[in-house]
């Protein structure tokens, strides 16, 4: 706006040196011509808009002049108007020049307020008088009040309405202790169907294939049992539960044989595969980029074929869970040399004929 009333000011100071050398009979013959102009636009234009440079100019212009002489100029605008505007330019200018005033509470500090959305986010049982109270403790003086309008400006419902335990929220907090297996088939390229059997831990996903057959009988799933004790005994693992679903091939034996070895058996829901979901999103990982791009001859070819994909799973495929880490390979330092960077060498190494892709640096 300065910016612009500043040129205003500039070309009307030049359009008055252009008045300067005319003589009155030019300069009223121009003002009767501008007059009538300003009367046919009138006619034409129903509510003109100004701009606030407009006003300034106008409120500047014509403050000089008296009441009566304003109340015959054909002015777009009412005399009142302009007197109007030149009051509000001097409130401008006074409010510029004084310090305003802040009313009410200062505004809360913008750490404060995303702090209290992460306790609110990850404590869905905190209502605004816990949060308060964790604040406190943490030293940050604020009111309970404040913390209650921060969680309602969120649209963050009260604790009732929030504390809510999901599937995938329990299997998290109890991954420590937690195992999961389950049956899944393929077929041969023969029709032959042949059952898997695998285990998975929720911490470390760490996959264990303990065996293939086109027979489950519950003898081989109690041996498969046995197997599972020992892995899990040389593993040192502090697993106290395993979940599994309600399929036949789960004999009354293979739950005793783990009864009696301190794991307690967890059966998943009716209709409730979220009960048993990462089991359930390993075997279709494992279709998708296994079994969907190999042909199975036999038995033996599925066993080599699984023991395969699972030294690739536990030590070299990035898993989002672990941060992209592998179940048993930790990630490497970062590279932080810029010329190492700018000259990458990276050698790729195949399983399966090609189906399964390791790269690493070169030596």
């Known amino acids: ?10 070309t009307n100071t030049f359009a008055l040196l252009r008045l300067l050398p005319m003589s009155d009979r ?68 006074h409010a510029a020049t004084c310090v305003p005033r802040r009313r009410g509470r200062p505004p809360t500090v913008r ?36 913390v209650w309008e921060i969680l309602k400006e969120h649209g963050i419902p009260p604790a009732p309405e929030r504390e809510s335990t999901t599937w995938a929220a329990f299997l998290r907090n109890q991954a420590d202790a937690l195992v ?25 996903r760490r996959i264990r294939i303990l065996g293939a057959t086109a027979h489950p009988t519950a003898d081989w799933v109690v041996q498969l049992g046995r197997n599972l004790l020992m892995d899990l005994e040389d593993a040192s693992s502090r697993t106290r539960f395993l979940i599994r679903d309600r399929d036949s091939k789960f004999t009354a034996a293979f739950d005793a044989l783990l009864a009696d070895a301190g794991l307690e058996v967890v059966t998943s829901g009716v209709r409730m595969p979220r009960m048993n979901s990462i089991m359930e999103r390993w075997i279709q990982t494992c279709r998708r980029e296994l079994l969907d791009h190999t042909l199975i001859w036999n038995q033996s070819h599925l066993l080599h074929a699984l023991r395969e994909f699972e030294a690739f799973y536990n030590g070299h495929r990035p898993h989002r869970a672990l941060r992209q880490a592998a179940p048993l390979r930790p990630l490497p330092e970062p590279i932080s040399v810029p010329a190492q960077l700018r000259h990458l060498e990276v050698h790729r190494q195949d399983r399966l004929g090609g189906n399964l892709h390791e790269y690493q640096h070169a030596a």
């Open 111 to 146: 750490s404060i307020r995303t702090l209290v959305l992460r306790l609110a986010r990850e404590n869905s049982s905190w209502g605004y008088r816990r949060i308060h109270g964790e604040l406190a403790a943490l030293g940050i003086k604020v009111a309970a009040s404040t």
């Open 1 to 10: 706006m300065l910016l612009r009333l500043a040129y205003l000011a500039v």
């Open 26 to 93: 030019d300069k009223d013959i121009e003002i009767l011509t501008l007059r009538h102009q300003l009367l046919v636009l009138q006619r034409q234009v129903g509510k003109p808009a100004f701009t606030d440079t407009d006003r300034a100019l106008l409120a500047s212009l014509l403050h000089h002049l008296p009441m009566a002489q304003l109340r015959h100029l054909p002015l777009l605008v009412r005399p009142d108007t302009i007197l109007r505007w030149h009051r509000d330019l001097l409130k401008r200018r």
């Open 180 to 204: 999961a297996c389950d049956f899944f088939e393929t077929r041969t390229l023969t029709g032959a169907r042949l059952y898997a059997f695998a285990v998975i831990e929720h911490a470390t």
